[in-house]
């Protein structure tokens, strides 16, 4: 019998211990042995609930007990996080997280350490939460050459745009009926800004370049300045608008970004909607492959941790390899990104400023949105569009395309 730990006991590892305790028939058949929650680990007690005698609130009892062989991480957050789990691998116990905050600051460290310690890091739940996506990027897709990844990968933000385009509703009123919902928390700022997206992105870049992708050097654009007219100017395009995380391998370096794009409906993130996610993997031989589905909520999220406890037992005594280095990646500059733009000026804007900054543009969209008309730009680099954006007057806001 294998018997496991689990460090908070909060939206995820409440959904850990109920994922193997509901489905402990096939948890245990695929892992091999039975599999038993011994301990939860918590600051509160939980009077009532069927863990209350198996709380404890000191570490020290889990990394000190040789029946522990794996540990769950699902407190979020740096620390204390980081500290325990280190802890973990260096008493040779393995440890599965949903905590991108952590892996995307100290991931290749902990799979040293793992290393290190014949035990494993397994992070499948830290991006796209019940979706598949960290194991087919170690694992399957480990013949590819993987040039391009971009992804759909905050269900709230991408509810919140969703809402805005089937309804006609502004960006204040989404956010309020997301959180009313469950969807957004009380703070939204880690969505809404894109700081989540980011997260999981460096997550994403690393595993594809084999080194390290600080998330802080990520450029990152949120949704907050999406408005009612760009939802429009999408539509009469036939488009979708989308927060995206994309990293490229270029001449330059990995170019690196989450931003809202617009997105035609040639793209299969097109069509993801409401609190799903969707992350197209391009290789080199394989062409795109897309993954898809519910990318966050408590039981789709404890479902890939579970999942990682399952191959931690399997795989008990024998370290699995993930090339994912210390090394710093080479980053792209943001200059150097391509990217054509839609652009909203004011009416009394003409045209023909337009076409001297930019050339005559093949779409002009008019008396669509009063006061204002758009134009589409050709592909540029950024550092030469935001030259002429800046020489334009009476500009009102712009928008990638992907």
């Not at 957004?184 to 700022?189: G, L, S």
């Not at 009612?228 to 927060?243: F, P, S, V």
């Amino acid at each position: 019998m294998s018997k496991i730990a689990v460090l908070g006991y909060g939206t995820v590892g409440s959904g850990v211990v109920e994922v193997i305790e509901k489905n402990q028939d096939i948890v245990s058949r695929n892992a091999g042995e039975a599999v038993e929650v011994k301990y939860v680990l918590d600051l509160r007690d939980f009077p009532g609930d069927p863990i209350q005698d198996r709380v404890v609130h000191d570490v020290n009892v889990i990394l000190e007990d040789p029946e522990i062989s794996v540990v769950c991480e699902t407190m979020g957050g740096n620390e204390p996080a980081y500290t325990f789990s280190k802890k973990a691998l260096e008493a040779g116990k393995s440890v599965c997280t949903s905590n991108k905050e952590l892996v995307a600051n100290h991931g290749p460290e902990l799979i040293r350490i793992a290393k290190e310690h014949n035990c494993n890091y397994f992070f499948e739940a830290s991006v796209g939460g019940g979706i598949p996506i960290i194991r087919p990027m170690i694992e399957a897709l480990t013949a590819e050459h993987v040039v391009e990844i971009s992804g759909i990968v905050n269900g709230t933000t991408n509810y919140i745009l969703t809402k805005m385009t089937e309804e006609g509703a502004d960006f204040d009123e989404t956010l309020k009926d997301a959180q009313n919902k469950g969807y957004a928390e009380r703070n939204p700022e880690a969505d809404i800004e894109g700081y989540d997206a980011r997260r999981k992105i460096a997550i994403l870049s690393g595993l594809m370049s084999g080194q390290y992708v600080k998330d802080g050097d990520i450029h990152t654009e949120g949704i907050t300045a999406i408005s009612k007219a760009d939802i429009q100017y999408a539509a009469q395009l036939g488009m979708n608008i989308k927060l995206l995380a994309r990293s490229k391998q270029t001449k330059h370096g990995y170019e690196v970004m989450v931003a809202p794009f617009l997105v035609g409906k040639e793209s299969p993130l097109y069509a993801v909607s409401g609190v799903f996610n969707g992350i197209v993997v391009e290789g080199d031989m394989l062409g795109q492959a897309m993954f898809y589905g519910q990318g966050a909520g408590k039981l789709a999220t404890a479902s890939a941790v579970v999942g990682d406890v399952v191959e931690a037992v399997q795989k008990a005594g024998k370290h699995v390899e993930i090339f994912w280095s210390q090394e710093p990646a080479k980053l792209a500059g943001l200059d150097e990104a391509e990217h054509a733009f839609l652009v909203r000026v004011a009416n009394d804007t003409p045209q023909e400023s337009v076409a001297k900054l930019f050339g005559e543009p093949e779409v002009v969209i008019e008396n669509l949105v009063e006061g204002e008309y758009a134009f589409m730009t050709a592909s540029m680099a950024e550092a030469q569009f935001n030259e002429k954006y800046e020489a334009l007057a009476g500009t009102i806001g712009r928008i990638r395309l992907m």
